[in-house]
């Protein structure tokens, strides 16, 4: 079966950090993009961070840039997503997703409807 599986979730007091993680099983993703999204209560999911393959091309939302990094591990089939300086407005349920049509090392796509397998989430509470 093929799925990500978000971990690292938690509540930190404002300013402090976490590092999430996004397994991947059932098929190798090297050959994928993948990006963080995150949708907070009674708002759209909305945009965080992305990777191509090979993790030479990383793209990030205005809101996070500077604050968090996005990496990747292809030999652990795992995403990170570094968080520091976190505010109160990042408390959101984290979402991992796989865009499993990336025709090329270079791609990567910010819109959420381009992303064809996504994780369970994992809550960020952050604490003033």
């Known amino acids: 079966q093929v799925q990500l599986v978000e971990s690292g979730g938690g509540l930190v007091q404002a300013g402090g950090s976490l590092r999430l993680s996004c397994a991947a099983s059932?098929?190798?993703?090297?050959?994928?993009?993948m990006a963080w999204f995150r949708q907070a209560p009674e708002k759209e999911r909305e945009f965080v961070a992305a990777?191509?393959?090979?993790?030479?091309?990383?793209r990030y939302a205005d809101s996070v840039k500077g604050r968090f990094t996005i990496s990747r591990d292809n030999a652990k089939n795992t995403v990170y997503l570094q968080m520091n300086s976190l505010k109160r407005e990042d408390t959101a349920v984290y979402y991992c997703?796989?865009?499993?049509?990336?025709?090329?090392?270079?791609?990567?796509?910010?819109?959420?409807?381009?992303?064809?397998?996504w994780g369970q989430g994992t809550q960020v509470t952050v604490s003033s």
């Open positions: 990777i191509g393959w090979r993790g030479g091309n990383t």
């Open positions: 997703a796989a865009d499993q049509t990336s025709l090329t090392p270079w791609v990567v796509r910010l819109n959420k409807d381009e992303y064809d397998l």
């Open positions: 059932g098929r190798t993703f090297s050959s994928c993009a």
